[in-house]
């Protein structure tokens, strides 16, 4: 007998693997949130090349175009107003990809912020990308939030353009960063307004609800931003050391240091640097920076008192220039360097800090090894 029709609007059975993948998939579930984020963090790893990059800075520009668009359509149709045909459809998954592109922004600024973050004081800003791009995972619920979506969406542009700027301009200083608020400003009260706007109603009105969270959003960034907590992006330190020697020869840079332990691979400068009589200590750095910059940075010298206070001995100004992929190299030299705690941070000219070389001075023992050269290309 020929097998029974199936029933009208009834499913064709799934064919074997089908059913043993939708099985699967229904085991683990409630793992299904990790892995795309864990997928989308290696995804934008591989895929962001550098700060400068135009097709990476082009995504994330389409990435908050689209997300200011999603939020003008999620308020109006809050408010009642009917959406276009196509919109309409699609409006249960507004707030889906809406934190699809917020993941895939925060994403990009940790690992760019990462690039430039010192693990110094800079690290609190980093922090706090991370945890915004972490807790944008358990935000879906509530992204329909005109106050939620005000922080959120504030944030990202400012924090976009605090790196975009800088690598359309060429310098890095507190006159940009403001350029880079007044734009975040603008472009979040013009999102809100078509979002919340309504005949007849003043815009100052209209917007009553989200203009105290913009407006602690930019104040909160720009109060890290004159403490020195944000990193000085699209600057960032590429390598650091202390030595002996360094000198500039035409094959690149070449260095002297006291061996270390062979365990200690990964650190070929020296730590603790062992101090004989009328020598000197040189504090090698590279620095990336995007192609047509020139910009001064310092290595602020500093030792600690007897009662273990941080004292500043030197400040060396230098200016250097981008385009280089493993970043501009510089040296500075401190004389009558004498034992105990020494670090070199690593400034720019606002005071952010690139990063920060930890030594101990130590008197040389009279069974020193011999001093080892290496070239830096």
């Keep these: 007998m020929p097998p029974d029709p199936l029933p009208q609007n009834a499913r064709p059975p799934l064919p074997e693997t089908a059913r043993a993948l939708a099985l699967w998939y229904r085991?683990?579930?409630?793992?299904?949130?990790?892995?795309?984020?864990?997928?989308?963090?290696?995804?934008?790893?591989?895929t962001l090349t550098r700060v400068d990059n135009l097709l990476d800075n082009a995504l994330l520009l389409s990435y908050l175009a689209v997300a200011g668009a999603l939020i003008v359509l999620i308020l109006r149709s809050r408010a009642g107003i009917p959406l276009p045909g196509p919109?309409?459809?699609?409006?249960?998954?507004f707030p889906w990809v809406l934190q699809f592109l917020f993941g895939g922004l925060f994403s990009s600024y940790v690992i760019f912020y990462f690039k430039?973050?010192?693990?110094?004081?800079?690290?609190?800003?980093?922090?706090?990308?991370?945890?915004?791009?972490?807790?944008?995972?358990?935000?879906?619920?509530?992204?329909?939030?005109?106050?939620?979506?005000?922080?959120?969406?504030?944030?990202?542009?400012?924090?976009f353009f605090a790196f975009f700027l800088p690598v359309i301009l060429a310098a890095v200083n507190g006159a940009i960063f403001a350029l880079a608020g007044v734009l975040s400003l603008g472009v979040s009260l013009a999102v809100f307004s078509l979002g919340l706007g309504r005949a007849g109603v003043p815009r100052r009105l209209a917007l009553r609800p989200v203009l105290p969270w913009i407006g602690l959003t930019l104040l909160a960034v720009n109060l890290l931003y004159l403490a020195s907590l944000i990193p000085p992006v699209p600057l960032a330190l590429k390598s650091a050391g202390i030595y002996h020697h360094v000198a500039r020869t035409p094959g690149g840079y070449e260095v002297m240091h006291?061996?270390?332990?062979?365990?200690?691979?990964?650190?070929?400068?020296?730590?603790?640097?062992?101090?004989?009589?009328?020598?000197?200590?040189?504090?090698?750095?590279?620095?990336?920076?995007?192609?047509?910059?020139?910009?001064?940075?310092?290595h602020?010298?500093?030792?600690?008192?007897?009662?273990?206070?941080?004292?500043?001995?030197?400040?060396?100004?230098?200016?250097?220039r981008g385009g280089r992929e493993r970043g501009f190299r510089g040296y500075t030299r401190k004389q009558g360097i004498t034992p105990g705690r020494w670090r070199v941070e690593v400034?720019?000219?606002?005071?952010?800090?690139?990063g920060r070389?930890?030594?101990?001075?130590?008197?040389?023992?009279?069974?020193?090894?011999?001093?080892?050269?290496?070239?830096?290309?």
Excluded: M
């Design 357 to 377: 070389i930890d030594f101990t001075v130590e008197a040389s023992p009279p069974s020193r090894p011999p001093l080892q050269v290496g070239l830096i290309p």
């Design 87 to 93: 919109a309409a459809k699609l409006r249960p998954c």
């Design 27 to 46: 085991r683990h579930e409630k793992y299904s949130g990790i892995a795309l984020f864990g997928a989308g963090f290696l995804w934008d790893s591989l």
């Design 347 to 354: 400034e720019t000219e606002s005071g952010q800090t690139l």
């Design 116 to 159: 430039s973050a010192s693990f110094t004081r800079t690290q609190i800003f980093f922090l706090i990308l991370v945890a915004l791009w972490i807790g944008n995972e358990f935000l879906h619920d509530r992204l329909e939030d005109g106050r939620l979506l005000a922080v959120l969406y504030t944030f990202c542009l400012l924090s």
């Design 300 to 320: 602020v010298w500093s030792r600690t008192t007897a009662g273990g206070e941080w004292v500043q001995t030197d400040r060396i100004r230098f200016e250097i």
């Design 258 to 298: 006291v061996p270390g332990p062979r365990w200690r691979f990964w650190k070929k400068w020296d730590d603790p640097f062992y101090l004989a009589p009328g020598e000197s200590a040189y504090c090698y750095t590279a620095i990336f920076a995007p192609p047509k910059f020139r910009v001064p940075i310092s």
